[in-house]
């Protein structure tokens, strides 16, 4: 997968993101649907969405520094980014949180597939 495809993936996921801060936000505030506010929350949830995807990545990237630094094991990484994202979203449902990490590991793998391993460093 080339910088291309992830460019032109990111804009989906942005957008499959903004619908599920959406349907959350209006499950949250249980305030019946109104058109005329739609816009302004969809406004809302694109940049929590946005907001998530870069502290998603974020919290992706710093979990993978940490394994390959050796301060955190293998199977670490999962939870260390878990609870980085809890930091900024500690209401978000589990399910949003594993699709949003899945998410940055993509972005995160294609930045870093030329890196060299931690053993090959050693």
Do not use: C, H
């Not at 495809?5 to 959350?24: E, K, N, R």
């Not at 929590?48 to 394994?67: D, G, P, R, S």
């Amino acid at each position: 997968m080339n910088t291309e495809l992830v460019q032109t993936f990111l804009p989906y996921v942005v957008t499959f993101l903004t619908l599920i801060f959406l349907g959350y936000t209006l499950w949250k505030d249980r305030q019946p649907f109104d058109l005329n506010e739609l816009p302004a929350q969809l406004a809302t949830a694109k940049s929590e969405a946005e907001e998530l995807a870069k502290v998603a990545e974020t919290a992706v990237m710093a979990a993978e520094q940490l394994y390959r630094t050796g301060k955190i094991g293998r199977n670490q990484r999962w939870e260390e980014a878990v609870s980085y994202i809890r930091r900024w979203f500690p209401e978000l449902d589990s399910e949003t949180m594993a699709k949003n990490i899945e998410a940055a590991v993509l972005l995160t793998n294609q930045i870093t597939i030329n890196l060299p391993k931690k053993n090959e460093t050693e």
